[in-house]
């Protein structure tokens, strides 16, 4: 059973930055892709970012120029910088990882709150 684990969540002011990391209990090298979802109240859940096993990368149009997807498979983790952060990126961000976008597996969420 593959469990993601994500931390870095936390309250910013606007402009700020935050880190988050997802670890999994094994390793990621098989996974298609993993990737960042979040899920603001009231909203469905959306792709943030997503890096293949190749390191191809794509990213939500909201959030190009701001956000860096990266993986490492040695450590079996994979992180979002996020910078420049707006009050619109708050949401609970999860991780995602599997064969396919989404893929099966699923973090419990970290949550992010941009605020002055």
């Known amino acids: 059973q593959v469990q993601l684990v994500e931390s870095g969540g936390g309250l910013v002011q606007p402009g700020g930055s935050l880190r988050l990391s997802c670890a999994a209990s094994?390793?990621?090298?098989?996974?298609?892709?993993m990737g960042w979802y979040r899920q603001a109240p009231g909203k469905q859940r959306d792709l943030v970012a997503i890096?293949?096993?190749?390191?191809?990368?794509n990213y939500a149009d909201s959030v190009k120029g701001r956000f860096t997807i990266s993986r490492d498979n040695a450590k079996n983790t994979v992180a979002l910088q996020m910078n420049s952060l707006k009050p619109e990126d708050t949401a609970v961000y999860y991780c995602?990882?599997?064969?396919?976008?989404?893929?099966?597996?699923w973090g419990q969420g970290t949550q992010v709150t941009v605020s002055s």
């Open positions: 995602n990882a599997g064969q396919g976008v989404p893929g099966v597996h």
């Open positions: 094994g390793s990621i090298f098989s996974f298609y892709a």
């Open positions: 890096i293949t096993r190749g390191g191809s990368t």
